[in-house]
RNA sequence: UGAGUAGCACAGAUGAUUGCGGCUGCAAUUGCCAAAAGGCAGCAGGUGAGGAAAGUCCGGGCUUCAUAGGGCAGGGUGCCAGAUAACAUCUGGUGGAGGCGACUCUAAGGAAAGUGCAACAGAAAUAAACUGCUAAUAUAUUUAUAUUAUAAUUUAUUUAUAGUAUAAAUAUAUUGGUGAUGGUGGAAAGGCAGUGUAAGAGACUACCGCAAAGCUGGCAACAGUUUUGGCUAUGUAAACCCCACUCGAAGCAAGACCAAGAUAAAAGCGAUACGGCUGCCCGUCGUGCUUUUAGGUAGGUUGCUUGAUUUUAUUGGCGACAGUAAAACUAGAUAGAUAAUCAUCACACGAUUGCGUGGACAUAACCCGGCUUAUCGUGCUGCUCAUUUU
RNA sequence: GCGUCGCUAGCUCAGUUGGUAGAGCACCUGACUCUUAAUCAGGGUGUCCAGGGUUCGAACCCCUGGCGACGCA
């Protein structure tokens, strides 16, 4: 039973060619909150990027919005189907937006990829 | 009570659930890997951003490189004394400026070492000329007086014209005197008042200012005072410059260690070798394999948090600060952790007593000392001024 | 971490030993034309990035800050 709780956890896209790869399957849907970006990696694990440009504020509030979006990514991701590197990209009209309006914007991108395991 | 001035402290608190990064432990009894050391995961415990962590504007530690010694160039600083590891910082003074005051500000050396610049305006911008004032002489003109001549008129006389003399004024010229009158300007030749003079002028006088020398006080900057002197010397050095002091360069992506792959060298093996076409032979094509060493890429480890440290007490000092004693250990990430939700309390605002809304600026990246800038608000202390009351 | 450069009219840029800021395009007005364009004539529309200081005087010199661009490791 210990064992298995790896897998409830994901990792992060580190390199620029990472990012790269994703952005160039070209599978993206946006709304006005955040742009998300998924292609298939082949292995077993769920990767997660965050981008946040400087346009949007000083570190404090891309920090913040990070933080945001991996906490709503974090306890979704058991509902995630493997296998996935997944590009979130902020923008500017996020700032000053609350937990709960990040976490509604990431369902409903989730959604549109259909990405979602259907039950549960 | 109001207005102000100087400074200090804080930067919401507690709890619950789910999470993240370091650290410690898992011993006889957590799981997996490993010969072991240990590693990965898990569990438990404890811990985890600031007053500016920011800007990167100064200074230092540390590291590497360079360096016999000295000088030039270039940069920085610039009243005095002190503090400090050091500083463009700080403390205490001096001078200057502002404020009724508490208090605040002050890049504050040198302009007779030299060079440059000073638009416009103004006579002229550093230095004389011009203009002005004024004396004498000459000439000219005008006026007044005196006198002479002529003419007219009349009783005397008077009037007009011309000449001469004297005086005054004006103009011009010459020879002198004088030195600031000349609208401007940021700045105009010490200021102001008087005496004086042909006219004037520090030429002289009083007061003020300036300079030099002496004395007193002070470590010093400087202050006070006395005497003397002449009034000559514009401003600008955050213009060049001079003087005094001072500065080697680069930066933790510094540097140190380990070290895949690839490269190079050496040694060994192999031309009867090894590999491919191809199961074997022939044929043909290619040249390697192992070990060690070297520098060292990717990557990893270290540098890396025990320090000019923090707190308390005490001693010295006006103070910055320094000494002594005791206690404490308080982030260390590496694409980068410190978050999300809820509850209670406190605070502010709005409503009016139930409630609703809200949380400034800003996220460590080797470490310290400063400076500058941003900032919701809260609390406290010293002092000043005004008004009222006692 | 260290360093360099820039910010001037609506746009692109000049402007230095400190003396009241200009060029081209654009824009506005008028002329020409049936009308437009082209052409001609006239017009400057500006917080010289911001705030302090030095100076008689600052776009220019000095300091502090803001924004932007770039370079090295």
Same mark, same amino acid.
């Given at each position: 039973m210990v064992i298995g709780l790896k897998y409830q956890y994901f990792e992060t896209l580190k390199s620029n060619n990472d990012f790269k790869k994703v952005y160039n399957n070209k599978k993206s849907y946006a709304n006005k909150l955040l742009v998300m970006y998924v292609k298939k990696n082949g292995t077993d694990t769920i990767r997660l990027g965050v981008s946040v440009s400087k346009k949007v504020g000083n570190s404090i509030v891309r920090h913040r919005l990070a933080r945001l979006i991996r906490e709503s990514f974090r306890l979704h991701s058991k509902n995630i189907i493997r296998g996935l590197d997944v590009v979130v990209v902020a923008r500017? !009209?996020?700032?000053?937006? !609350?937990y709960n309006e990040t976490d509604s914007a990431m369902l409903h991108l989730m959604k549109l990829h259909k990405i979602m395991k259907e039950d549960l």
């Open positions: 500017a !009209s996020l700032k000053g937006c !609350s």
